[in-house]
Structures are given as C-alpha cells and as structure tokens.
C-alpha cells in the first residue's frame, strides 16, 4: 500500500481564493474591507517568516494587513496598550499577536486581553470555553486546518475512531474537541500514554502534534488510515544532503507512506493551511463583527 499525498498547498489555495471571492462581495455589496493586525515583538527569526508568510497571504485575498512591530525590550503595559487601541480600531476586525513573546510579557495576559471576537488564533480563554462547551467562537487555526484536511478524505467524521498525539492548548485539546463536535469517537494521547503504538494502531483518523521529529513510527499506524502531521522539526541534514539542515514531521513519513491510506506531507500540508484558515477566521470575524451571516466555505 501507498498512502495518497493529502496536498496541504492545493486545498490551501483552493480555501484562500473562496475567501478572496468572499472579500470581493462584502467590498462590492456592503463596502467592507476585512483588516487583521499582526503584532510581533522582538525580531525572532522563526516569527519573522511566519509574519511574512501570513502577511503576504492576508494581502493576496484583498485582507487590508495592519503590521504592528514592537523592540523585544517593549514593556507587558506597551503591549497591552497597544491591544487596547486595535480592540477599539473599526478597521482592525482580527488581531494576533505572535509568539512566543519576551521573557518579560505574560502570554496569558496579553491573548486573554484581546477581544474575543477579534481573536483569529482562537486563543482568548473566552473562546476556547466556547470551543470545550461546543457553543459557537473562533477557533485556531491549526486545529481549524486539520479538520478541513481531514474531510477531504471523509465525508463524515461522524463515528470515526480518532486518536489526537499531543495535549497542547495551541493543536491538541482543541483538535479533540473539534472533532468530538463532528461526532467521532476522540482519544487524547501523549509521550506518558502507557503502550503508545497500540493506541495509535486503532485510529481511522491519527493527527500528531507531540513536537517530536518522527515520534510516530509506520508499525504504529493501522493500515489505511489517515495521517494528519502537525509537525514542524528542524533537523541535521544526512550527509551529502544539501543544506545543513531538513524539515520534518512528528510522522516517519517513508515508513507511515508505506502503511497509511491518506497522509500529509511535510512541508506543504497542515503549515500552507493554517495561513489559510487564519484569512477564513478573519473574514468570518468581519462578518460577525457586522451582523451578517459566517460565510459557507
């Protein structure tokens, strides 16, 4: 068996340009512009590519970007400040502010200040109440892009065994609870699970998010299933390799190919579509934001 390839950059672009249609209407029939504000502190050079890459996708579907960079010396207060005067900004109906953030800023504080409704990450504590209480809010955007991959291998997840690696409040209990909403039956493991393979060997749906480089082995996975891989790891190049180092998954991708229906790749799979869902969270926020119905995409 080869898995199929679930092609993150494909069903991205195809969600970006629904959004930029949807952008087009709401400036052609109401005459609204959608703005999201990105904050970042410091010039961490990780962060720096994820705002660009964000910014770039933001201004491609007609997403008025609003930058905000701040010293890596700003004050907790200066941040705050500023997250006040964009919570009060008409024209900023999303906000995020990267991280991680200096030692000397609570990133507790500063994404419970954001309003919830201009919260795009879905990070507020309000909304991700709402998301545990299965009551309507944004919701982040990892997560958010693994659902989507997800279903473009089920019709349904409605009864599929699903088993969620990692515990994080960022992918892995909101993920969990996103597909509990869609009806599956949702297993949450972790590195202290007790006989980790077994419980990953019966999932119809496996979604990794440890943070481990090639964490989940091709023997753990239940053949045809499908593989959603969350993770971003750098690693040391092999020898003669280009480049010093590669980028990998929490999958061992070669092995899990060999065993898997459906797996996403990494690079080119869930990354391409968190930018994606970050431009669909900020335009369904613009909408809420204005009294109009969430757009169906």
């Known amino acids: 068996m080869t898995a199929g390839i679930i092609d993150g950059k494909a069903i991205a672009a195809d969600l970006r340009g629904k959004v930029t249609d949807a952008v087009h209407r709401l400036l052609r029939d109401r005459g609204i512009v959608p703005g999201i504000a990105v904050v970042m502190v410091g010039q961490n050079p990780a962060s720096k590519i ?43 109906n999303g906000i995020l502010v990267q ?69 994080s409040n960022i992918v892995g209990k909101p993920v969990a609870q996103m597909l509990l909403a869609e009806n599956a039956t949702v297993t949450i493991a972790h590195s ?28 753990w996975i239940k053949p045809g299933a499908t593989v959603i891989d969350v993770g971003i790891n750098r690693v040391p190049a092999p020898a003669g390799g280009a480049g010093k180092y590669k980028i990998v998954g929490d999958v061992a991708y070669t092995e899990a190919a060999g065993v898997a229906g459906a797996l996403t790749p990494v690079p080119g799979g869930v990354g391409p579509m968190t930018i994606a869902c970050l431009v669909l969270n900020t335009l369904c926020a613009t909408c809420a934001q204005n009294g109009l119905p969430a757009p169906q995409i």
Request: hydrophobic share 45%.
């Open 99 to 167: 991280l991680p953030l200096p030692p000397q800023i609570d990133p507790l504080k500063i994404i419970s200040a954001i309003d919830p409704n201009k919260d795009v990450d879905g990070f507020n504590p309000l909304n991700a109440g709402r998301l545990a209480s299965g009551f309507p809010g944004l919701v982040p955007c990892t997560p958010l892009a693994c659902i989507r991959l997800a279903k473009t291998v089920h019709a349904s997840l409605a009864g599929v065994e699903a088993v969620v690696v990692g515990r």
């Open 192 to 219: 202290k699970t007790l006989d980790l393979p077994t419980v990953c060997a019966r999932a119809d749906l496996l979604i990794a998010a440890i943070g481990r480089p090639e964490f989940v082995r091709g023997d």
């Open 50 to 92: 994820y705002v660009r890459n964000k910014s770039n996708a933001v201004t491609a579907t007609g997403i008025s970007p609003y930058d905000e960079n701040l010293p890596a010396t700003a004050s907790e207060a200066e941040l705050l400040d500023l997250i006040a005067r964009l919570n009060a900004d008409d024209k900023v």
